[in-house]
């Protein structure tokens, strides 16, 4: 046995992962319609603050100079 | 005389992957799903059998499909719960891979340990093997397949990996839930990690 294994295959399609687990390419697409959802929705957070916090403390602070 | 079934075609893509399955090895089992989808290899394991079919017939039919094994070491100790036994089935099926790689000389098998020098102690038939040692991390882990594979077109990195590993944590719990699930350790569930490391694994290739 050799101390590595050089894969010379290429990268698996999803029909072809489908086919080796031997299920249907529905579940493969049903599967990356739960990773899509994810990137759709909106971040609710960025930096740890809530999304527009920091805008809104910024105008609260500029009305008050004003 | 029954007719025997036609020999499958080796799977060129398949691992045979042979770990615990228990909440503390969550990460890793995650870890391992992420890494080899990144090398462009597709995880085999016990947990796709069914109960209705012979438990042992079908390992050893797994495990002559792939053409990889690795086999984690990492529970060699006894159970918490009583009674307290050690669990033997990593190290069994690692003794049904190394008998059938023995005999064909087409499969390649690899041993992984959390703990340095245990394996030396725990089955010292080994000894002379390259046992890697990942230390029950998941940059470990990478590392450790990154040292047993190697791809001669595109060699992905840790970091890669580390973002599939991202993928499938963040999204366990959705997929859980729709499997009905309540742990990782199902057939449907482990399916369903395998084809969403695969489809982030073709977005890192898309450059997206």
């Known amino acids: 046995m050799s101390r590595y294994a050089t894969i010379k295959t290429p990268f698996p399609t999803l029909a072809e992962t489908a086919d080796v687990l031997g299920v249907s390419v529905a579940q493969a697409q049903r599967i990356e319609r739960i990773l899509n959802e994810r990137t759709r929705g909106r971040r609710l957070k960025t930096n740890g603050r809530l999304r527009k916090r920091v805008a809104r403390h910024a105008a609260k602070r500029a009305s008050k100079k004003a | ?208």
């Open chain 2, 1 to 208: 005389m029954p007719r025997r079934e036609p020999r499958r075609k080796r799977e060129r893509y398949s691992v045979f992957l042979n770990m615990p399955y228990d909440s503390a090895f969550e990460n890793l089992y995650l870890a391992y799903i992420a890494g080899l989808s990144a090398f462009g290899l597709i995880p085999r394991a016990t947990l796709e059998i069914p109960t209705s079919r012979r438990r042992l017939e079908r390992i050893l039919s797994l495990i002559e499909d792939c053409t990889y094994s690795i086999h984690d070491l990492s529970r060699v100790q006894l159970d918490r719960q009583a009674p307290r036994v050690p669990r033997f089935n990593m190290p069994f099926e690692l003794g049904l891979a190394v008998a059938h790689a023995f005999i064909h000389r087409q499969t390649s098998w690899y041993v992984c340990e959390t703990v340095r020098y245990r394996a030396n102690k725990s089955l010292s038939d080994l000894d002379g093997t390259d046992v890697r040692i990942h230390g029950g991390t998941i940059r470990g882990l990478f590392g450790a397949l990154c040292d047993v594979f190697v791809r001669g077109t595109r060699q992905p990195s840790v970091q890669e990996m580390n973002r599939i590993y991202r993928v499938l944590r963040r999204n366990l719990p959705r997929i859980m839930r729709q499997a009905g699930a309540r742990n990782p350790y199902g057939a449907r569930v482990f399916q369903d990690l395998i084809f969403a490391a695969r489809s982030e694994q073709l977005r890192l290739l898309r450059g997206k």
